[in-house]
């Protein structure tokens, strides 16, 4: 039975970086950055071509080389793959969508389930699924903040998280009452994707945006 790591650790952060897997110089230094900008907790993307391989390589590799780092598997569709991430050492699951065998799976496992939704509907399935924080997604295709504010007016407990967010979107997203943020290759707005230093700063920008200074 695994704990609950993630959750204690992302609110007192508020960011949580995404980073494919496949390029092990990109994943070492987001990996690096993210502990050097106290950011304790990494999600790594099942997309592309070998991404499982990859990713189950990845989760072994980095809670052995960044133990103080929670490291969660996201892009989790169904609970076959969500137990083969979660045999592989994941300690958390991030979801695009709301799969209530995917939450169950998580439940059953003791660990945090970020699932995604993009409705009040469901967003309350999410919640009542199992879910730790709700993933916003596609936050980008709608006006998040001003959904997020409408959603929480009826629903003030829910927490949601919109990802893939932009260092000049945070601002306005908390203000709208988002509990959290997802951040990755938009978040260095042409910064080195290679440089541990570069990534870290834009981590501590993040941070310092939502409230969570270093």
Known sequence: ????????????????????????????????AAVDAGVPALELFLRGEGAEAAVTAAITSLRS?????????GSVYDAATAKRMIDAGAQFLVSPIT???????????????????????????????????????????????AFIRATLAPSPTSKIVPTNVGLDEIAAL????????????????????????????????????AGHPA
């Open 1 to 32: 039975m695994n704990a609950k790591v993630f959750g204690p650790l992302f609110s007192r952060v508020g960011i949580l970086p995404a980073v494919a897997a496949q390029d092990a110089a990109v994943l070492s230094a987001w990996a690096d």
């Open 65 to 73: 080389s960044h133990p103080t780092l929670a490291i969660g598997a």
């Open 99 to 145: 799969d209530p065998a995917t939450g169950a799976a998580a439940t059953a496992a003791g660990i945090d389930w970020l699932p995604g939704a993009f409705t009040p509907t469901e967003i309350s399935l999410a919640e009542r699924s199992g879910a730790t924080y709700v993933k916003l997604f596609p936050a980008a295709a709608i006006n998040a903040p």
């Open 174 to 209: 908390v203000a709208a009452g988002a509990a959290g943020f997802g951040v990755g290759p938009k978040l260095l707005d042409g910064a080195d994707p290679r440089s541990a230093t570069a990534i870290a700063a834009r981590l501590r920008a993040a941070r310092e945006a």
